[in-house]
């Protein structure tokens, strides 16, 4: 880990900087609510539907802040990433959009839509294992090889400014919150989220949800460091990536609370926001309101902004058909 | 059939007293675009996204014109209505919310979701056998018993004045259309839109759309009278039901042409509008998209509002599933 003195932390101007460049490449997505969702859980929620989001997810936003930044020179070699789909997906949109290569490793068990979506925007795949050392290492080679700018999914001040203008069009949207939350993973969304609403929302908690299968964050939130585990399993599949230095500086110092939720409830909840809000959101986004309705006196009255993180799921495989 | 002097046609304002009394009860359903399926039907697409309605449908806003239009001697006696499923769900929502009985009468063959969903409003259930012919018995008897004020799933002024209020919105959600296009059943919605543009936007051209499965309003406008099938067999189960006189007086004197399209194509615009627009849409819903991609020289280079019906599907019993 880097000392923090080596790690440059973004600032809120940085996430204006990158509210103004990625403008034209995104969607200012809708904020949608339920009356029904709203009885069962006691609480006002405010879906914003990252879901509708360019490429099917929030992801698109730090992916091109982070390719509209680069300079000339450094952009025509193409950019890399690894990824376990949607930051894949984003980086090939961005990449796409400034007419640059994509360089994409992902795990083999990636679910098939995913793979065929990043290449339908023209990113060029190179598959490893499901886990944190084969794709450390396998992505090591693809980037010796071509000489293409990395960018980290999350732990990337870059996208990081990117994520964090998605709560900021949230709280344009809303008229007060008491509460924004948002599923963890490597930590990039809830990142955003930390650094707008520690600089112009600063009495807003913010709480971050994780599957109770991959609850790194939360043992990592409760012990002061970083906890990371090789390869959890969970069928919020976005979110089996661990903190790294930069998300857990924003983590450690910003977050109220990390909750979790059983395989069950997030399925639940995910089927819950398909049949009574008609949209379709993955797995890993129904993690947030999977923790609000099982934890009910957290968030009883109270005004939350739920980011629904992204969309993208193989139609041709529902968690409830399989269960 | 009635004689048109004995029939009441609606009038534009109708449409606005139908607005202001609706309003509180209905959303402003948000208009969303696709960069995707614009490049593959070639034509800018709008579309109207009703499944997003209360009670997950536009009926919801011809049942609450016609429920808050009852003097309050008559309603409280109650609704009754006999329908495939949505305007089942819309009238029982708006009686709920009027704190007035709501019978229903619907063919045991109907979705369970539906049924579940009709309950879960607080409508009665009778149920009848899957043909216009039992349909029409089993709901003479209910009304008869309970005195309840029938409202015709379509083929009612009321109801169609407040179809017309979508088409009103998406006027207003759009900077020009050169056409709109509505799947067409018993053809409520599209009388309705054949109301509000022939009123407000006569350059407009209004499409129909049917499954080839359920082709009898395709057939009616192309014999100039009414031809009514009696149960059809459609993955589009809220397309079933025939034109009648009220309807036809707006089809057949409004519509620009009915284009059909078959089971597959159906299926494949609903899945298309889940993987890459991130909404659940019932396959009635699809129909619009799949005839706009069976003919692209018809819209082609051309802006057309699309009314996406409504999105309440067994989640259970996707048709991709089973194909």
Redesign the interface.
Known sequence: MKDLDQMYIPTFADVEAAHDRIVPYIHRT?V?TSSYINSLAGAELFFK?E??QKA?AFKVRGASNAVFGLDDETAKRGVATHSSGNHALSLSYAAGQRGIPCHVVMPRTAPQ?KKDAVRGYGGIITECEPSTSSREEVFAKVQVETGAEFVHPYNDHRVIAGQATCSRELLEQTDGLDAVIAPIGGGGMVSGTCLTLSNIAKDVAIYAAEPEQADDAYRSFKAGHIIADDAPNTVADGLKVPLKDLTWHFVSNHVTDILTASEQDIIDAM?LT??R?????EPSSAVPLATILKNPDVFKGKRVGVIVTG?NVD??K?P??QS
Chains 1, 2 share one sequence.
Not at 277 to 281: A, L, R
Request: aromatic share 14%; with cysteine; glycine share 10%.
């Open positions: 809708p949608l539907c879901n509708f099917g839509a089927r398909w049949q809000m008609k949209i379709v959101m969309g139609l041709a529902l409830w058909m």
